[in-house]
């Protein structure tokens, strides 16, 4: 038993640093829905961002519904403008997604079913 103590001890002081939180990272918020055509995290961090920007938009928040599947973001919903449903096809195209040095997840193809005038 005494020589576990130590070992334990060293297993401890080498795993508690990589378990700080490191100040210079930012936080991410995730909404983890996956749906039965999405299967790749790809789609669900990009579908996420999407959605996220959308809501945060004035003229889209509320009206516009996003699901990315095969990276095709498909957009759905009801707005009363043309400028809306452009706005949210612009924030789908332009959204990109980085995480660690990998190269940026984006939308391949936008889907623009959204309505306009209801």
């Known amino acids: ?44 961090m990009l579908q996420t961002a999407i959605r996220t920007k959308l809501d945060a938009d004035v003229m889209t928040a509320g009206h516009v519904q996003i699901r990315v599947a095969s990276l095709l973001a498909v957009l759905t919903g009801d707005v009363s403008k043309k400028e809306a449903a452009d706005k949210a096809e612009q924030i789908a195209r332009t959204t990109k997604v980085t995480v660690d040095n ?7 193809n936008v889907k623009n079913f959204i309505k306009v005038g209801n």
Request: include cysteine; hydrophobic fraction near 45%; aromatic fraction near 4%.
């Open 1 to 44: 038993m005494s020589r576990c103590f130590p070992l334990a001890l060293v297993l401890l002081a080498v795993a508690l640093p990589a378990c700080r939180k490191n100040p210079k990272l930012g936080t991410v918020a995730v909404d983890v829905y996956i749906h039965p055509e999405s299967s790749s995290s790809d789609d669900v």
């Open 102 to 108: 990998n190269p940026p997840i984006v939308a391949e």
